[in-house]
């Protein structure tokens, strides 16, 4: 073992940072540190919180789908003038409890949380980099987000509401300030603040490329790459290439909402009366969202594609199938992500030629996205397993993606797409194949890499029964909006009482909004066990699950630099788990190939030579560096 550390790569940005982490003070330490393990935190720790507010947002409305006829007197101490006086939520803040917690949970938590908090931290530690390529840079990246999300929290409390368009803020509802209260202030607001979040996006986004692409240890080339770190890469990729659309969208809709233009708006009437607005079409706006609107779907997705690889892997004791089919489904969803958004508009009166042409394309990209299921299906197939909580929520991942993937295939469809569009069996949908999953796999890894974040051991047994609870419940929450959307029941609906062929649903909805509050209260014992684990749980071995990558070879509590000495040189790819001779059942990456003869396959006799030619030189290198020291 001690070979694999004969490199003198970064010896001199060692001492910088050594020098950097003795002067650091609580104020460059915990707030405006640009160390990428510190800010990682910082990302998680801020959408575990935007995590709970949407959460609870979501509560308050399915308390309003559940008991439609319900006294909600007993929340006008929190949400007070939203509940008038005969006890009934106010319609307006209904849709704006709707949009916010769409807002909440895909941007702030599913992107921000998920990617914001992994890039950061796995991408130096996995690639064997000191830091990210820029820490000041990726400070900024934090505290755009934090001012974002600053900004979308002042929005919950002014007099006239949050934003009230949708999380998807179509126009003309939301140019037109006089529509309905949440167009006012609220949506102004909600703007600026994603123009903040999109800013941090791209920030993070440039960052994480950079590293991946310069800032690799030596041996570590693209084909050794862990599949997380290929995750997070593409990622960015699909981040850097379609938020700034999104930002183009925003931006028109500010000019037509304060400054007269008519980007979106035309033959509007309120109230009798003609706008001047003329030209302008509702539809580019759509085509300018779901253009980041679906490859967010990715954005949202991936990190939790890599995280559960990374899990699947370590705890199944064998390496992952089809390592290079794996990265080419990525590079296929990152491709095939850009040219799908319109299935979302099937509805919104598109030519049935080019509907048809866009149904190809969605259905065409269900099939990489099966080669990821298969390979993990595959992996897990007669493996050792180890149910772990983090292997639990990696499972509960593929089960979440398998069985919101299905329904895919039907909304895909665009003829069958007009009928279920506005109904529950959309919400279904992309609440398991994207939301559920994406935070089952966020899970995943903060149970997986808790340890190398605050050097504690969360506990186990409150992790099987979060795990138990909320994958129960989801199932609970989502597999009945199915059946309900087949029969038309519709989205977006503030009461449903006035419709005759809904009550026989009328349980089922009760049924539905009961889970979610158990659900949610659920996530409070991962709260608890988060919380004091990291305070209070037992110190952490070096390599408690045993893991190849390169983390795991770091201090249990590493600081700014991430290596006491120098950056391990890389030999092999991260999965060698289970090889046939081998002593143990899994070899680091930092472990040459010469020094596992018993277990080398034939094709590695090859990389054995190179590799002996590759250790001479250094042991040269090492061997001039030590004489010119001593004279």
């Known amino acids: 073992m001690a070979v694999a550390n004969i490199s003198t790569h970064g010896t001199t940005e060692h001492d910088h940072h050594d020098d950097h982490a003795h002067s650091d003070n609580f104020i460059t330490k915990y707030i405006f540190s640009t160390d990428h393990k510190m800010i990682g935190k910082q990302f998680l720790v801020t959408g575990i919180v935007w995590a709970l507010i949407g959460g609870f947002l979501s509560i308050l409305f399915r308390l309003q789908l559940g008991f439609p006829d319900m006294d909600m007197t007993f929340l006008k101490p929190i949400l007070g003038g939203w509940i008038d006086e005969s006890g009934a939520l106010d319609t307006n803040f209904y849709l ?30 996995q690639i064997g980099a000191r830091d990210m390529a820029s820490g000041f840079m990726n400070m900024l ?10 900004i979308m929290f002042i929005s919950l409390f002014i007099s006239t509401g949050p934003a009230g368009g949708g999380w998807v803020i179509y126009p003309p509802l939301s140019a037109l300030e006089q529509a309905i209260p949440g167009s006012g202030l609220g949506m102004t607001l909600w703007l600026i603040s994603m123009v903040f979040f999109i800013a941090s996006q791209l920030l993070g986004g440039i960052n994480y490329i950079t590293t991946v692409i310069n800032l690799r240890t030596k041996g570590m080339s693209f084909s050794r790459l862990p599949l997380t770190i290929w995750s997070f890469f593409l990622t ?31 033959d509007i009437y309120i109230g009798g009366e003609a706008l001047p607005n003329t030209g302008g079409s509702a539809v580019l706006f759509q085509h300018l969202f779901w253009f980041l609107g679906h490859p967010e779907v990715y954005i949202v997705i991936m990190p939790a594609f890599g ?30 992500s850009f040219v799908v958004w319109a299935h979302h508009m099937f509805v919104s009166g598109m030519n049935p030629f080019l509907g048809s042409i866009f149904m190809f394309l969605t259905l065409i990209i269900a099939v990489p996205s099966a080669v990821k299921v298969f390979n993990y299906l595959t992996t897990l197939w007669r493996g050792n397993i180890i149910f772990t909580p983090a292997m639990l929520f990696a499972i509960g991942m593929v089960s979440f993606f398998i069985s919101g993937g299905i329904t895919g295939i039907f909304l895909g469809n665009s003829a069958i797409d007009i009928q279920l569009h506005d109904t529950y ?81 009328t349980d089922l909805n009760m049924f539905v909004s009961a889970a979610a509050i158990v659900t949610f209260g659920s996530q409070f014992i991962f709260l608890f066990n988060f919380f004091y684990s990291m305070y209070k749980g037992r110190r952490a071995p070096q390599n408690p699950w ?21 950056i391990p040189t ?17 070899i680091p990456q930092t472990v040459p190939l010469s020094s596992t003869p018993e277990s080398n396959l034939p094709h590695e006799a090859e990389q054995v030579k190179l590799e002996r030619e590759i250790m001479a030189e250094e042991g040269a290198d090492v061997l001039v560096a030590n004489e010119s020291k001593e004279s």
Do not use: C, Q
């Open 425 to 505: 069996f959309v919400v279904a949908h992309f609440h398991l194949v994207m939301g559920s999953a994406a935070f089952f796999g966020m899970m995943a890894g903060i149970y997986h890499w808790f340890p190398k974040m605050f050097g504690k051991v969360i506990d186990e047994k409150l992790g099987y029964i979060h795990f138990w609870l909320t994958f129960v419940g989801v199932y609970m929450v989502f597999f009945p909006m199915h059946y309900i959307g087949i029969a038309g029941f519709p989205r977006r609906y503030y009461s449903w009482t006035n419709f005759n062929f809904a009550d026989m649903y």
């Open 141 to 150: 990246s934090y505290w755009f987000f934090f001012v974002a999300g600053v």
């Open 96 to 125: 704006a409890l709707v949009t916010m917690h769409g807002t909440i949970m895909v941007f702030f938590v599913l992107t921000a949380g998920l990617s914001g908090t992994f890039s950061n931290y796995l991408i130096p530690l």
């Open 236 to 266: 960015a990729v699909i981040g850097l290439l379609s938020f700034p659309v999104l930002f183009s969208a925003a931006l028109l809709l500010v000019f037509d909402r304060s400054f007269g233009t008519s980007f979106y708006l035309s």
């Open 570 to 586: 890389v030999y092999r790819w991260p999965y060698d788990y289970s090889k046939p001779g081998a002593k143990d059942d899994f």
């Open 307 to 336: 995280i559960t690889s990374e899990v699947i892997a370590t705890n199944s004791r064998k390496p992952i199938f089809g390592y290079k089919a794996m990265i080419l489904s990525l590079l296929g969803i990152t491709v095939l």
């Open 546 to 566: 045993r893991s190849n990558t390169l983390e795991w070879t770091t201090p249990v509590e590493p600081g700014h630099g991430n290596w006491p000495g120098e």
